[in-house]
């Protein structure tokens, strides 16, 4: 049986950023996740913005810890090397009724202690984004809201907890928590037992099964899809900030923005389900995206999309971030209702759950050695012509372009097999390197990405699998 101090249930971005502040301490961590790579469910299928908090709900545990997190992400992505831009948003109005609400959001923003949110004229804001339906009343700038590759940080954080002893139990799932005397005691999986005195409960969508393995499931937990168009780089309508729409009680709205790589991100829809698997895209979903966004932005283009996607958010009910621990059941943290900013709170939320633990009587001591920097796999596309030509003297596979619409090579491909916690997935390199996220979406690069998963894992080209096992990518010889 596998001994730890703490179990972390769950490696999306929550789950990855807690194991990375517990990883500061002498404490054996393992966290189990049920997908066969990093990212959870939600973390991954996101509109990779950091929020400020400026539109949470005033007083709550969640305006809290979004407010907290944002000035974290400057230090944070240089020591973890993660792309990240502060650029800015505007929240428009159009509407005569839009523009009534203006007042009450910069004063909620006020009471987030969001204070640089500062309103702008028509006229400044399309002096700003010509981009903008004319017809704009007025509207909200917030300064400090921001992108970042979601799939990147949440990778980089895992690695970093790692490099700095915790051990990831990756395609694992966990399948039941025993109690003794009032206290867990071990964590049951699919990979066998772990003794343990501490577990969180980071599982997202799946929290609220994970609580009721130890009876504290007062709550459930629904998907919420969240349909997005990404569109080329080349696309004719661009915006230089994130769009946002004015929010109601339900959704952000649908928004226009670009991603840290250069395209341009459209949506997302609203939709809650009830089935916690399905992330299929429709008809009725993009096309409410497209009649909404097109009142904000008249002339995005649209025919310029080079893939749709959807997300599931984890819609707590009754709704609310909660952190809870309980007095008659040691050691058992439940994080639930970790919803649309969770990606930016996670950071927030690491230190919070950590500093719980530790008034609640964990015995933990910092490292001395605890390295908080992990460097990337170079990104080719972004260096100069030296820096290239001096990476492919030292490694000549890194002169091999493998994926011709981001420029990724095969020395970047190999660096992301080997390294820690590195890909064993087609979508492991491409959220790694975005090799198959360009405009041909994987047409020309995806036979060579198998063939060289193939080679450094040592496995036959038809064990290579898109993600999950049975989604293999080749069924045998054509030919």
Not at 50 to 64: F, R, V
Not at 318 to 345: C, F, M, Q
Not at 436 to 444: A, K, L, P, T, V
Request: proline residues 5%; charged residues 25%; hydrophobic residues 35%.
């Amino acid at each position: 049986m596998k001994q730890a101090d703490v179990v972390i249930i769950g490696a999306g971005a929550v789950g990855s950023a807690l194991a990375r502040e517990l990883s500061k301490y002498e404490l054996k961590v393992i966290v189990v996740e049920k997908n066969e790579d990093l990212g959870g469910d939600s973390s991954k299928s996101n509109s990779a913005i950091i929020h400020t908090g400026y539109d949470a709900k005033p007083g709550t545990l969640e305006s809290q810890l979004v407010v907290a997190a944002n000035p974290m992400y400057d230090k944070l992505t240089k020591d973890l090397d993660v792309p990240f831009k502060r650029i800015g948003a505007l929240l428009p109005a159009f509407t005569e009724e839009q523009f009534e609400q203006l007042p009450a959001l910069k004063h909620k923003a006020m009471m987030n202690r969001v204070y640089d949110v500062e309103y702008l004229t028509g006229e400044q804001l399309l002096a700003v984004e010509p981009n903008l339906n004319p017809e704009v009343k007025g509207g909200l700038y917030i300064p400090r809201e921001s992108i970042i590759d979601p799939f990147l940080l949440c990778i980089a954080l895992a690695e970093n907890a790692a490099d700095n002893g915790v051990e990831f139990l990756l395609g694992t799932k966990c399948t039941g928590i025993k109690v003794e005397e009032g206290a867990v005691t071990t964590v049951q999986t699919t990979a066998g037992d772990i003794a343990t005195k501490y577990v969180v409960n980071a599982a997202g969508l799946y929290c609220d099964e994970v609580a009721g393995y130890v009876g504290k499931a007062d709550y459930y937990v629904t998907p919420r899809k969240g349909q997005f168009y990404i569109l080329d780089k080349n696309t004719s309508c661009k915006v230089g900030m994130i769009i946002l729409p004015i929010p109601t009680k339900v959704t952000k709205g649908k928004l226009m923005c670009p991603t840290i790589h250069g395209n341009m991100l459209v949506g997302p829809t609203a939709e809650d389900l009830l089935d916690k698997t399905d992330k299929s895209t429709n008809v009725a979903g993009l096309e409410s995206i497209a009649a909404d966004v097109r009142k904000m932005i008249p002339n995005v283009n649209l025919r310029d999309t080079i893939t749709q996607y959807s997300g599931l958010r984890a819609q707590r009910n009754p709704e609310g971030l909660n952190i809870d621990v309980y007095d008659d059941l040691k050691g058992y943290v439940n994080l639930s209702g970790v919803r649309s900013t969770g990606l930016t709170a996670s950071v927030a939320i690491a230190k919070y759950v950590t500093d719980l633990m530790i008034e609640g009587g964990m015995k933990a001591t910092f490292k001395t050695n605890f390295n908080p920097i992990r460097h990337g796999t170079p990104r080719f596309a972004e260096l100069s012509n030296e820096e290239r030509a001096a990476l492919i003297a030292k490694d000549p596979r890194y002169g091999n372009i493998v994926c011709r619409c981001e420029t990724v090579t095969e020395g970047q491909i190999c660096d992301a097999i080997h390294r820690t916690l590195g890909a064993r997935s087609v979508d492991g390199v491409k959220r790694r390197l975005r090799a198959g996220m360009g405009r041909c979406q994987g047409g020309f690069c995806g036979p060579r990405v198998i063939e060289i998963l193939s080679r450094e894992l040592g496995i036959s080209p038809e064990e290579v699998r898109k993600n999950e096992p049975g989604s293999e990518m080749l069924t045998g010889n054509v030919r």
